[in-house]
């Protein structure tokens, strides 16, 4: 079974930058497949960005130039650096592990941005 827990989250300033982290644990071999979503209030959870099954990296065109994901592999930590934050950035934002035996999410950390 896998387990994510997220942390990171908080209230900053637009044009401020915050880090998100993910913690995994559990049957997972390779962090590859891990990614983050948000969802904001009356919205669809949404992609943000992720590590595909072969390891390459996919971005929302939202968060391109803003946001990069990255990993640890030894530690199974994934990372999402988040820059010129906007309002628009408000959400919860989800880690995500997707692979042919899991799909698991973790339970989400709040993000604001205040203009």
């Known amino acids: 079974q896998v387990h994510l827990v997220e942390s990171g989250g908080g209230l900053v300033q637009a044009g401020g930058s915050l880090r998100l982290s993910c913690a995994a644990s559990?049957?997972?071999?390779?962090?590859?497949?891990m990614g983050w979503y948000r969802q904001a209030p009356g919205k669809p959870r949404e992609l943000v960005a992720a590590f595909s099954s072969g390891g390459s990296t996919t971005y929302a065109d939202s968060v391109k130039g803003r946001f990069t994901i990255s990993r640890d592999n030894a530690q199974k930590m994934v990372y999402l650096q988040m820059n010129s934050l906007k309002p628009e950035d408000t959400a919860v934002y989800y880690c995500?592990?997707?692979?042919?035996?899991?799909?698991?999410w973790g339970q989400g950390t709040q993000v604001t941005v205040s203009s």
């Open positions: 995500r592990f997707v692979s042919p035996l899991y799909d698991a």
């Open positions: 559990g049957g997972i071999l390779s962090i590859n497949g």
